[in-house]
Protein backbone atom coordinates (compact mmCIF):
# COMPACT_ATOMS: atom_id res chain seq x y z
CA UNK A 1 0.00 0.00 0.00
CA UNK A 2 1.72 3.33 -0.91
CA UNK A 3 -0.52 5.07 1.82
CA UNK A 4 -0.11 9.14 1.35
CA UNK A 5 1.98 10.16 -1.78
CA UNK A 6 3.47 13.77 -2.15
CA UNK A 7 4.79 14.96 -5.82
CA UNK A 8 7.29 16.58 -6.37
CA UNK A 9 9.90 15.70 -3.63
CA UNK A 10 12.07 18.76 -4.19
CA UNK A 11 10.99 21.77 -5.78
CA UNK A 12 13.26 24.81 -6.30
CA UNK A 13 11.10 27.80 -7.14
CA UNK A 14 12.13 32.10 -7.95
CA UNK A 15 10.42 34.31 -5.70
CA UNK A 16 6.88 34.90 -7.64
CA UNK A 17 7.10 32.20 -9.23
CA UNK A 18 4.19 29.47 -8.42
CA UNK A 19 3.77 25.86 -8.12
CA UNK A 20 1.08 23.40 -6.56
CA UNK A 21 2.12 20.24 -4.58
CA UNK A 22 0.08 17.27 -5.15
CA UNK A 23 -0.96 15.04 -2.49
CA UNK A 24 -2.92 11.46 -2.85
CA UNK A 25 -3.67 9.05 -0.30
CA UNK A 26 -4.93 5.65 -1.50
CA UNK A 27 -6.83 4.58 2.54
CA UNK A 28 -10.41 5.96 2.19
CA UNK A 29 -9.47 8.59 4.21
CA UNK A 30 -12.04 11.12 4.88
CA UNK A 31 -10.29 14.28 6.08
CA UNK A 32 -6.96 15.16 4.47
CA UNK A 33 -4.09 18.45 5.97
CA UNK A 34 -1.19 20.25 4.36
CA UNK A 35 1.84 21.20 7.09
CA UNK A 36 4.69 22.79 7.09
CA UNK A 37 8.12 22.18 8.92
CA UNK A 38 10.77 24.58 8.69
CA UNK A 39 14.45 23.52 10.20
CA UNK A 40 14.71 22.26 13.90
CA UNK A 41 10.68 23.18 14.55
CA UNK A 42 7.78 21.19 14.77
CA UNK A 43 4.87 20.98 12.46
CA UNK A 44 2.06 24.21 11.49
CA UNK A 45 -0.87 23.36 9.48
CA UNK A 46 -1.60 25.22 6.89
CA UNK A 47 -4.95 24.05 5.55
CA UNK A 48 -7.16 21.19 6.28
CA UNK A 49 -10.20 19.48 4.32
CA UNK A 50 -12.20 17.27 7.04
CA UNK A 51 -14.40 15.98 4.17
CA UNK A 52 -14.42 15.79 0.58
CA UNK A 53 -15.92 19.22 -0.64
CA UNK A 54 -14.59 20.92 2.59
CA UNK A 55 -11.35 23.01 3.33
CA UNK A 56 -10.28 25.23 6.22
CA UNK A 57 -7.74 27.60 7.09
CA UNK A 58 -5.57 26.00 10.01
CA UNK A 59 -2.42 27.86 12.24
CA UNK A 60 -0.49 29.43 9.30
CA UNK A 61 -2.47 30.06 5.60
CA UNK A 62 -1.52 33.25 4.40
CA UNK A 63 0.29 32.75 0.47
CA UNK A 64 -1.40 29.62 -0.07
CA UNK A 65 -4.61 28.40 -1.66
CA UNK A 66 -5.74 24.29 -1.11
CA UNK A 67 -7.76 21.95 -3.55
CA UNK A 68 -9.80 19.05 -2.42
CA UNK A 69 -10.15 17.64 -5.97
CA UNK A 70 -11.82 14.50 -4.74
CA UNK A 71 -11.26 12.08 -1.84
CA UNK A 72 -8.20 10.77 -2.60
CA UNK A 73 -6.43 13.65 -3.69
CA UNK A 74 -5.67 17.62 -1.76
CA UNK A 75 -3.35 19.98 -3.64
CA UNK A 76 -1.69 23.02 -2.15
CA UNK A 77 -1.20 26.00 -4.41
CA UNK A 78 1.67 29.06 -4.11
CA UNK A 79 0.92 31.49 -6.01
CA UNK A 80 3.74 33.62 -5.32
CA UNK A 81 6.00 31.95 -3.80
CA UNK A 82 8.49 34.12 -1.46
CA UNK A 83 11.43 32.97 0.60
CA UNK A 84 9.60 32.64 3.88
CA UNK A 85 7.98 29.72 2.10
CA UNK A 86 11.42 27.67 1.84
CA UNK A 87 10.22 24.65 4.22
CA UNK A 88 9.33 21.19 4.13
CA UNK A 89 5.68 20.58 3.14
CA UNK A 90 4.02 17.59 4.41
CA UNK A 91 0.69 15.88 3.70
CA UNK A 92 -1.55 13.86 5.83
CA UNK A 93 -4.43 11.84 5.90
CA UNK A 94 -7.00 10.52 8.83
CA UNK A 95 -10.13 8.23 8.53
CA UNK A 96 -12.04 10.78 9.89
CA UNK A 97 -11.76 14.38 11.08
CA UNK A 98 -9.68 13.68 14.02
CA UNK A 99 -6.03 13.68 15.39
CA UNK A 100 -6.13 9.59 15.97
CA UNK A 101 -3.30 8.29 13.64
CA UNK A 102 -2.19 10.46 11.13
CA UNK A 103 -1.07 8.77 8.04
CA UNK A 104 2.17 11.53 6.77
CA UNK A 105 3.66 11.61 3.03
CA UNK A 106 7.73 11.75 3.11
CA UNK A 107 7.23 15.38 2.08
CA UNK A 108 8.48 17.87 -0.61
CA UNK A 109 11.46 19.92 0.35
CA UNK A 110 10.42 23.47 -1.33
CA UNK A 111 13.48 26.21 -1.52
CA UNK A 112 12.43 29.88 -2.89
CA UNK A 113 15.22 31.76 -3.86
CA UNK B 1 -5.63 25.77 21.64
CA UNK B 2 -3.54 23.47 24.16
CA UNK B 3 0.38 24.37 24.40
CA UNK B 4 2.30 21.92 24.71
CA UNK B 5 6.33 22.21 26.25
CA UNK B 6 8.80 19.21 25.69
CA UNK B 7 12.19 18.68 26.30
CA UNK B 8 14.72 19.88 23.14
CA UNK B 9 16.54 16.82 23.43
CA UNK B 10 16.89 13.90 25.67
CA UNK B 11 20.08 11.27 26.06
CA UNK B 12 20.05 7.61 26.21
CA UNK B 13 22.16 4.49 26.23
CA UNK B 14 21.13 1.23 24.23
CA UNK B 15 18.81 -1.15 26.69
CA UNK B 16 17.68 1.88 28.71
CA UNK B 17 13.83 3.05 29.41
CA UNK B 18 13.54 6.73 27.82
CA UNK B 19 10.63 8.97 29.69
CA UNK B 20 9.55 11.79 27.87
CA UNK B 21 7.38 14.19 29.36
CA UNK B 22 5.02 16.89 27.66
CA UNK B 23 3.62 19.45 29.68
CA UNK B 24 -0.13 20.91 28.10
CA UNK B 25 -1.17 22.93 31.67
CA UNK B 26 -4.32 24.45 29.46
CA UNK B 27 -5.61 21.22 28.08
CA UNK B 28 -9.70 21.32 27.73
CA UNK B 29 -11.87 18.18 28.84
CA UNK B 30 -12.80 17.01 25.44
CA UNK B 31 -8.63 16.51 24.26
CA UNK B 32 -6.81 13.88 23.85
CA UNK B 33 -2.84 13.30 23.90
CA UNK B 34 -1.18 11.62 20.92
CA UNK B 35 2.55 11.21 20.39
CA UNK B 36 4.26 10.86 16.72
CA UNK B 37 7.78 9.66 16.32
CA UNK B 38 9.87 11.56 13.01
CA UNK B 39 12.96 10.25 11.68
CA UNK B 40 14.88 12.56 9.54
CA UNK B 41 13.72 13.36 5.90
CA UNK B 42 10.54 11.56 6.44
CA UNK B 43 6.79 12.16 7.85
CA UNK B 44 5.98 11.67 11.60
CA UNK B 45 4.45 8.01 12.40
CA UNK B 46 1.61 7.50 15.07
CA UNK B 47 3.17 6.21 18.18
CA UNK B 48 0.04 5.93 20.77
CA UNK B 49 -2.94 7.88 21.62
CA UNK B 50 -4.56 8.18 25.42
CA UNK B 51 -6.97 10.62 27.37
CA UNK B 52 -6.20 9.17 31.07
CA UNK B 53 -4.23 6.95 33.08
CA UNK B 54 -2.10 4.54 30.80
CA UNK B 55 -2.46 2.77 27.48
CA UNK B 56 0.25 0.55 26.82
CA UNK B 57 0.92 -1.13 23.03
CA UNK B 58 3.53 -3.12 21.18
CA UNK B 59 5.97 -0.29 20.92
CA UNK B 60 4.94 2.50 23.88
CA UNK B 61 3.30 3.35 27.36
CA UNK B 62 1.43 6.91 28.04
CA UNK B 63 1.23 7.77 31.59
CA UNK B 64 -1.26 10.42 31.54
CA UNK B 65 -2.04 11.84 35.68
CA UNK B 66 -5.33 12.48 36.84
CA UNK B 67 -5.10 16.33 36.20
CA UNK B 68 -4.25 15.54 32.74
CA UNK B 69 -1.81 18.26 32.96
CA UNK B 70 0.78 16.73 31.25
CA UNK B 71 1.31 12.94 29.47
CA UNK B 72 4.99 10.87 29.22
CA UNK B 73 6.15 8.93 26.96
CA UNK B 74 7.79 5.91 28.24
CA UNK B 75 9.97 3.64 25.68
CA UNK B 76 10.90 0.88 27.38
CA UNK B 77 15.07 -0.81 26.13
CA UNK B 78 15.67 1.59 23.54
CA UNK B 79 17.64 0.91 20.81
CA UNK B 80 20.02 2.65 18.11
CA UNK B 81 16.90 2.89 15.41
CA UNK B 82 15.00 4.79 18.16
CA UNK B 83 17.09 7.97 17.72
CA UNK B 84 14.09 10.79 16.19
CA UNK B 85 12.40 13.35 17.44
CA UNK B 86 9.11 12.82 19.60
CA UNK B 87 5.87 15.24 18.93
CA UNK B 88 3.75 15.51 21.68
CA UNK B 89 -0.16 16.87 20.02
CA UNK B 90 -2.96 17.71 22.40
CA UNK B 91 -6.37 17.70 20.64
CA UNK B 92 -10.14 17.63 20.09
CA UNK B 93 -11.19 14.34 18.58
CA UNK B 94 -13.49 14.84 15.76
CA UNK B 95 -12.42 18.60 15.52
CA UNK B 96 -9.94 18.69 13.22
CA UNK B 97 -7.16 21.33 12.52
CA UNK B 98 -7.57 22.27 16.14
CA UNK B 99 -4.72 20.96 17.73
CA UNK B 100 -0.64 22.15 17.44
CA UNK B 101 2.15 19.91 17.65
CA UNK B 102 5.19 21.49 19.78
CA UNK B 103 8.80 21.78 19.08
CA UNK B 104 9.39 18.19 19.63
CA UNK B 105 12.13 16.19 21.83
CA UNK B 106 15.05 14.59 19.83
CA UNK B 107 15.94 11.58 21.70
CA UNK B 108 19.49 10.23 20.79
CA UNK B 109 20.24 6.59 21.49
CA UNK B 110 24.13 5.71 22.04
CA UNK B 111 25.58 2.11 22.39
Known amino acids: NAGVTQTPKFQVLKTGQSMTLQCAQD?????MYWYRQDPGMGLRLIYY???????DKGEVPNGYNVSRLNKREFSLRLESAAPSQTSVYFC????????????FGSGTRLTVV | LAKTTQPISMDSYEGQEVNITCSHN???????ITWYQQFPSQGPRFIIQ???TKVTNEVASLFIPADRKSSTLSLPRVSLSDTAVYYC????????????FGDGTTLTVKP
Open chain 1, 92 to 103: ASSEVADNYGYT
Open chain 1, 27 to 31: MNHNS
Open chain 1, 49 to 55: SASEGTT
Open chain 2, 26 to 32: NIATNDY
Open chain 2, 50 to 52: GYK
Open chain 2, 89 to 100: LVGDLGNAGKST
